[in-house]
């Protein structure tokens, strides 16, 4: 389990805290097959919004499980499998590269 830096408060709202993620390896990309990713328009899902997702939909933990492990509030897990599971959606749909994050994090909004 991974853990990110702990970032400074930017703007309004209580400080960022800490999150928890599991490394995701080598796979980072996908894309639909036939068409060369340089074609193709790019849609990045951040590695918490990703983690977020794991945790609920794959291992079938409550937002209050996934949030505890993640090390973030249980609202903080709703909005980012809000926002991951609309930008994975989106880029099926349109037929975009969904690249993985793993440097990255969600602002939540």
């Not at 960022?16 to 996908?30: A, C, D, S, T, V």
């Amino acid at each position: 389990m991974h853990k990110n830096r702990e970032s400074e408060k930017k703007g309004p709202g209580a400080p960022k805290k800490e999150r928890r993620y599991r490394p995701i390896g080598e796979l980072r990309r996908f894309k639909p097959a036939g068409i060369p990713a340089s074609q193709l328009q790019r849609q990045t899902v951040y590695i918490d919004e990703f983690e977020a997702i794991r945790l609920c939909d794959l291992e079938g933990f409550s937002q209050i499980e996934a949030a505890a492990r993640m090390g973030i509030g249980r609202g903080t897990v709703q909005r980012l499998l809000q926002l991951g599971r609309s930008k994975i959606a989106g880029a099926i749909l349109r037929g975009e590269v969904i690249i993985i994050d793993e440097k990255g994090e969600s602002d939540g909004e």
